[in-house]
């Protein structure tokens, strides 16, 4: 006896079959679809929020900038300096400089609540006061509408991200701080980073608002190169006169970032696998009914001589095309409903609002459509094999 | 002792020899047929006749490589098939036999040309090729004009004939055909029939038809009778 003949062309001509069949079938086709198209749908949205945030999170830091902590704090807020030390570490070998000086910003900032747009209710912002290193030392901040403020003077520059989340920060706007009111005169975008979130005016005018004497809570720090890092970190860390904590700027985001986003893959994770077991049952019981539907139609075929492995595959092969139009459909729904998407979160790290936009990568497409195929796999599977093991004489008998 | 009173002819096509077979249903056996021998000869026109359950589909599924027998053997030329596994069996299927099925089993989503092509699909013939096979058949049941209709659009005695070329196509050794008639009227039956006796008179195909119908039945060169498992060529109460 030979081996069986054309394998391929048997597979592929009962694939085809079924597929043309589906129309036939077309609510429990659709609903399996659908099905699938909503478990991937969900799994990139869910996800999409956790790869925005920590694309925000990471735009803020570049590995050639550090951010210098009072020891012992994990973020700004807990962590504070005295004029003499800014004045150390600004000097201290590994920062970049240009003609002004060093660029080294000492930083203070504080929390001021502002409406949300959306809901009207109270948030927290971060106002943050700056000197004019800053801009040298964040290089990706670019003014978009009015002006950059003016050092010595109660005025702000609101980011762009902020501007967007919040009521009453437009250019021309007044800002209520204290008794006084501030006047928002720029805004300013920083490519996607966390600096976007926040309102900027100068250190010296924010600390004699908020009665903060001469003092910081952090300074940022560009490098000479990112290779200078770690011997700048050593000379701070050796020094008797400093108590700090140098981090690269990219760690400090990411450790920032680090809590929400393993939270949100969690819950990601959870509610696509909760979907897709349903989806899983959604697609066994289509091709369950297909293979029902088509008992004597494969029995005929492999009465004609088309081989059960090929029955087998060419079933699992349909169902796995309904599981790819179904991810791609859902790829396809969460790319144009998620991408972009802004939106504002708490940063538990700074109690203060994050402004970042969902970001549906290629990755995570990807893990999408794997989901989709490994529902199509399963779905198809076992109503594959019961197909293929009926015994072709009762099957005939079937109607 | 065999039906036709003779000893197995080792130069017959089909001999089946000393089969029996049981089927199971729950605890229950149904012994279909016991001890049973029958020999057809190449080019004959064989009418399996029998009431209702007595297992002439089951026979002729045994000769067709569908089902093996419990006991006994079913030799086709030179191939012992109830020998041959499952996927040896599809393999001589494609090349040995064609199906003609009392509901003419075509499939709804392809036009009769693709229908009578399936069987081709398991060849190494070129595309080229198998169009002229299908028009050939086609041509052999007068349905040439309908080459491209749906089988939802022909008639059922339609549909009985692109049944047939399917099942000749590839010109198989044998035409197994299970109540062919069996879901048309007189006037369609006997266009059928008319196809089988000439296709078996013209080709000298070897046909094996179950039947119900004596009219049926007396187009063909020899007619059988099933009963009780067991095969008589005169009817038996
Ligand atoms: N796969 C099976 N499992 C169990 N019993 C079966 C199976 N196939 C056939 N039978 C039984 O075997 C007997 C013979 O069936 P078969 O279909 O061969 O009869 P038949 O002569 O073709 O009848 P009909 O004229 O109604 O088509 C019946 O009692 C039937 O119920
Ligand atoms: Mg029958």
Redesign the pocket.
């Known amino acids: 006896m030979n081996a069986p003949l054309n394998w391929f062309s048997q597979i592929g001509s009962i694939a085809k079959f079924g597929l043309l069949s589906a129309a036939q079938r077309r609510a429990s086709v659709a609903a399996t679809v659908v099905g699938i198209a909503g478990v991937v749908a969900v799994f990139i949205g869910v996800l999409s929020i956790s790869a925005g945030f920590n694309r925000a999170m990471t735009a803020s830091g570049s590995a050639d900038a550090a951010i210098i902590l009072r020891s012992g704090a994990d973020s700004e807020m807990v962590s504070g300096f005295g004029r003499e030390e800014t004045r150390i570490i600004a000097d201290t070998p590994g920062i970049a400089r240009n003609a002004e000086g060093p660029l080294s910003s000492a930083e203070l900032f504080v929390i001021i609540n502002l409406p949300k747009r959306t809901t009207g209710t109270d948030a927290n912002v971060p106002l943050r006061g700056v000197e004019s290193a800053a801009l040298g030392v964040r290089d990706q901040l670019k003014i978009t509408r009015g002006r950059m403020f003016n050092w010595g003077r109660n005025e702000v520059m609101v980011g762009a991200g902020a501007a967007r989340e919040f009521a009453g920060l437009e250019v021309g706007a007044q800002l209520s701080i204290g008794r006084e009111k501030w006047p928002v005169v720029g805004i300013f975008s920083a490519n996607g980073g966390v600096a976007e979130s926040e309102i900027w005016t100068d250190a010296k005018v924010l600390q004699s608002a908020y009665n903060r004497g001469d003092s910081y809570q952090s300074i940022y720090a560009r490098l000479a190169s990112p290779g200078a890092y770690e011997a700048f970190a050593a000379a701070l860390t050796a020094n008797p006169q400093l108590k700090v904590k140098v981090l690269r700027q990219s760690e400090y985001y990411a450790n920032q970032s680090q809590t929400l986003t393993r939270l949100i893959t969690t819950i990601g994770y959870l509610v696509a696998t909760l979907m897709a077991i349903g989806a899983v049952f959604g697609a066994l019981n289509t091709m369950y009914s297909a293979v029902a539907a088509r008992t004597r139609e494969i029995a005929t075929l492999r009465a004609l001589g088309f081989g059960s492995g090929a029955v087998v595959v060419a079933l699992m092969l349909e169902s796995l095309v309904l599981a790819l139009i179904g991810g791609a459909l859902g790829a396809g729904l969460s790319y144009a409903a998620f991408n972009n998407f802004h939106a504002a979160t708490m940063n538990w790290q700074s109690f203060s609002q994050v402004t970042f936009a969902f970001a549906v990568t290629p990755a995570l497409i990807g893990q999408g459509v794997a989901w989709a195929v490994a529902i199509g796999l399963i779905g198809g599977l076992f109503p594959a094999i019961r197909a293929a093991r009926q ?1 072709i ?2 099957a005939l ?1 079937e109607l | 002792m065999n039906a036709n009173g003779k000893k197995a002819d080792p130069t017959a096509l089909v001999r089946v020899e000393g089969v029996e077979k049981v ?1 199971h ?1 729950g605890s229950e056996d ?1 012994h ?1 047929l016991s001890r049973l021998d029958l020999t057809v000869a190449t080019g004959e026109f064989v009418a399996l006749m ?1 009431p ?8 002729l599924n045994l000769i067709g490589g569908l089902d093996r027998p419990t006991t006994g053997s079913v030799s086709i030329g030179d191939d012992r098939i109830d020998a041959l596994s499952d996927r040896q069996l599809a393999v001589w299927r494609a090349r040995h036999v064609g199906f003609v099925f009392q509901l003419y089993n075509l499939l709804p989503v392809l036009t009769a040309e693709r229908n009578v092509e399936l069987p081709l699909l398991l060849t190494h013939l070129t595309k080229a090729e198998r169009r002229r096979h299908v028009e050939t058949a086609l041509a052999m049941v007068g349905l040439t004009h309908r080459a491209k209709h749906y089988p939802r659009t022909l008639s059922g005695g339609e549909q009985q004939r692109v049944g047939i070329a399917r099942g000749i196509v590839t010109d198989p050794t044998l035409l197994l055909c299970d ?1 062919p008639t069996g879901d048309l009227d007189r006037k369609s039956g006997d266009e059928i029939l008319n196809l089988l006796q000439a296709l078996n008179r013209e080709q000298g195909k070897t046909i094996i038809m ?1 039947t ?1 119908d004596p009219h049926a039945s007396a187009r063909a060169s020899r007619t059988v009778h ?1 009963y009780k498992g067991q095969l008589a060529s005169e009817p038996t109460p």
């Not at chain 2, 209702?52 to 026979?59: C, E, P, R």
């Open positions: 015994p004489a009762a008998r | 089927f249903r149904i279909v029998g209702s359950g007595s297992g002439k589909s089951t026979l109540e179950v119900h099933l």
